[in-house]
T-cell receptor, first 110, second 112 residues
Framework: DQQVKQNSPSLSVQEGRISILNCDYT??????FLWYKKYPAEGPTFLIS?????DKNEDGRFTVFLNKSAKHLSLHIVPSQPGDSAVYFC?????????FGTGTSLTVIP | NAGVMQNPRHLVRRRGQEARLRCSPM?????VYWYRQLPEEGLKFMVY????????ESGMPKERFSAEFPKEGPSILRIQQVVRGDSAAYFC??????????FGPGTRLTVL
């Protein structure tokens, strides 16, 4: 039962353009959402989060949008840089555990 | 402030042996979480522990798997009588009283 879904396994974007990574969830009890970035052979690194009481959170080049009615969140990276190439996981928090999506592999082309 | 530490980074076991994975949380963190990542899959929650207590083990297989977080020392994930299907990357994360979890580098278990 995949409660958090990332339907795009991969995404390629030109350097300098915007990267948009999407995530859908099914459980309306989730109250906190996070994005993690993962390089091969390393653990996930926390990137940005958003509480369910907000619809947008911005941190430098990274912005997360939350649409509760659609149960959808997205991560925008602008401008995209080659160093952003990694696998991005969205996660939803119930308080006790995180549910992770299956990840989207982002490639930023120089 | 050192991050979450996991050891070993790579572990090879033959079928039937025991695997012990260790996790030292970030300094000041009293919450530890274990996740498993199978090939081509996302991270799956296994267990959530606080010092000397298992809070939520709903993601842990009922047999052969156990976890502890003693008063002193690292958290241990133990897999007894390993099988090939246990081959995966096992990640530990820690947190303080906030919701953000910080992950270790993972232990890659290979069962021959």
């Amino acid at each position: 039962d995949q409660q958090v879904k990332q339907n795009s396994p991969s995404l390629s974007v030109q350097e300098g353009r915007i990267s948009i990574l999407n995530c859908d969830y099914t459980n309306s009890m989730f109250d906190y959402f996070l994005w993690y970035k993962k390089y091969p052979a390393e653990g996930p690194t926390f990137l940005i989060s958003i509480s369910s009481i907000k619809d947008k959170n911005e941190d430098g080049r990274f912005t997360v949008f939350l649409n509760k009615s659609a149960k959808h969140l997205s991560l925008h990276i602008v401008p995209s840089q080659p160093g952003d190439s990694a696998v991005y996981f969205c996660a939803a928090d119930t308080g006790n555990q995180f549910y992770f999506g299956t990840g989207t592999s982002l490639t930023v082309i120089p | 402030n050192a991050g979450v530490m996991q050891n070993p980074r790579h572990l090879v076991r033959r079928r039937g042996q025991e695997a012990r994975l260790r996790c030292s949380p970030m300094k000041g963190h009293s919450h530890v979480y274990w996740y498993r990542q199978l090939p081509e899959e996302g991270l799956k929650f296994m267990v959530y522990l606080q010092k000397e207590n298992i809070i939520d083990e709903s993601g842990m297989p009922k047999e052969r798997f156990s976890a502890e977080f003693p008063k002193e020392g690292p958290s241990i994930l133990r897999i007894q009588q390993v099988v090939r299907g246990d081959s995966a990357a096992y990640f530990c994360a820690s947190s303080d009283f906030t919701d953000t979890q910080y992950f270790g580098p993972g232990t890659r278990l290979t069962v021959l």
